[in-house]
C-alpha cells in the first residue's frame, strides 16, 4: 500500500499490485478484443483494426468492423465485466466462495424468462430479452423475501439460492418439453450462453446500466468492506448494513439479469473471475475492480479461443466458459484436499 499526497494536501492510498493486476487485465481485455475483431471469415490485421476504429480504414473494413464485429466485442467485455462485477458482490454480501449468480438460481431465474416468451409467447429477440431480464429480477427479489428473517445472512442466502435454483430449473424442464421442435432448438441455443448475432441493440442498454451500476457500487466500496467481517462489527462502524445489503443486492441482480439478458445465461465467469482476481492482487476485501476487468477479459478470450479454434459462429462462447469454470473448480479442489481443509 502507497500513500500518494496531493498539491492540495489530500492523501489517497494506493494499492501500487491491485492497480498493477488492473493494469494488465484491462490492456489484455482490449488485446484480445482488437484480436477478436479482426477474427472471422474474413481475417483483418490488427493494425488495420485499430486504423479502422480511429476513423481511417476503407469502406469495406468500416461495414465489417464497426457494424458487424465491434458490437459483438463491446456486448462481450460488457457481460463479462457485468458478471465479474455482480459476482464479487455477491460473494462479499454472502461471505462465501460459492455465492455467486451461477449458485442462487439468478441465471435460472433469467432462463425462465426467457423459456416464457420463447415457449409460451414466441416472441421476439427483444421480447426474450426483456423477459430474461424480468425473469431474473423477480427471482433476486423472491430469494432475498424468503431468506429475510429479521435481515439477512449470508449462509440463509446461499442456502435460499440453492433451493430457487433446483425449483426453476425444474420449471425451466418443464416449459422446454411443451415446446415445439422450433421453439426448443431456439431456446435451447439461447441456454447455451452466446454472444453470436449481438448488434447495437444489445450494447447501448448495458453500457447505460453499467455507467449508471458501477460508479454506485464503487461508492459502496468501504461498506461493504466492513460488511465482510460481519454484521456487528459493521454496525459498531456506523454502517446500515441492511440498506448496504440491498442495495449492492439489487445492483449485483440487476448487472446479472441485464448480462444475462444480452447473451444468455454464460456460465461461471461470476464464479470464477472474482476469485482469481483476488489471487492476482492478494488483496483482502471484495477486489470489485479487479474482478469486474477480469469477467471481461475471460469473455473475450474464451470467444477468441472458441473462434480461433473452431471457426466464427460455431462454439458458443457459454460451452467454453462452463469448460473453464470446471477445470478451474476440479484445480480448487484438488488444491485444498491437498492442503487438508475438505
Not at 460459492?98 to 421476439?124: E, H, N, R
Not at 449492492?248 to 464464479?271: D, I, K, N, R
Request: a positive charge.
Amino acid at each position: 500500500m502507497k500513500a500518494i499526497r496531493t498539491r492540495a494536501g489530500l492523501s489517497v492510498r494506493l494499492d501500487v499490485r491491485t492497480t498493477a493486476v488492473v493494469t494488465l487485465l484491462l490492456v489484455a481485455a482490449l488485446a484480445a478484443s482488437v484480436v477478436l475483431i479482426g477474427t472471422g471469415d474474413f481475417d483483418i490485421p490488427a493494425a488495420d483494426v485499430i486504423r479502422t476504429l480511429l476513423g481511417d480504414g476503407d469502406a469495406g473494413q468500416e461495414f465489417i468492423i464497426n457494424d458487424l464485429r465491434l458490437p459483438r466485442v463491446l456486448v462481450g467485455l460488457l457481460v463479462g465485466a457485468a458478471l465479474g462485477l455482480g459476482g464479487a458482490l455477491f460473494q462479499s454480501v454472502s461471505r462465501n466462495p460459492l455465492g455467486s449468480p451461477d449458485v442462487l438460481g439468478l441465471g435460472q431465474g433469467s432462463t425462465a424468462g426467457a423459456l416464457t416468451m420463447i415457449v409460451l409467447f414466441q416472441g421476439s429477440a427483444v421480447e426474450v430479452a426483456g423477459g430474461a431480464l424480468v425473469g431474473g429480477l423477480v427471482t433476486g427479489a423472491a430469494i432475498y423475501l424468503l431468506a429475510w428473517k429479521r435481515g439477512v445472512h449470508g449462509y440463509r442466502l446461499v442456502l435460499v439460492g440453492i433451493g430457487v435454483a433446483a425449483f426453476i430449473t425444474a420449471v425451466n424442464g418443464y416449459l422446454l418439453t411443451k415446446a415445439d421442435f422450433v421453439d426448443a432448438a431456439r431456446a435451447v441455443v439461447w441456454m447455451t450462453g452466446s454472444l453470436n448475432g449481438r448488434d447495437w441493440e444489445q450494447v447501448w442498454p448495458l453500457l447505460v446500466l453499467c455507467a449508471v451500476l458501477v460508479p454506485l457500487v464503487l461508492v459502496y466500496g468501504r461498506p461493504l468492506r466492513m460488511l465482510e467481517m460481519g454484521d456487528d462489527v459493521a454496525n459498531a462502524l456506523g454502517v446500515r448494513v441492511e440498506r448496504t445489503r440491498a442495495v449492492l443486492l439489487t445492483a449485483s441482480v440487476l448487472l446479472t439479469a441485464a448480462a444475462t439478458a444480452a447473451a444468455g445465461p454464460v456460465s461461471f465467469v461470476a464464479l470464477t473471475a472474482p476469485q482469481l482476481a483476488r489471487r492476482l492482487t492478494r488483496s483482502p476485501g471484495p477486489n470489485l475492480m479487479p474482478a469486474m476487468f477480469m469477467g471481461a477479459a475471460l469473455l473475450i478470450v474464451a470467444d477468441l479461443a472458441s473462434q480461433r479454434a473452431f471457426g466464427a459462429d460455431q462454439l458458443p462462447v457459454g460451452v467454453v466458459t462452463g469448460v473453464l469454470g470446471g477445470v478451474y473448480l476440479l484445480g480448487l479442489l484438488v488444491t485444498q484436499r491437498k492442503a487438508g481443509r475438505i
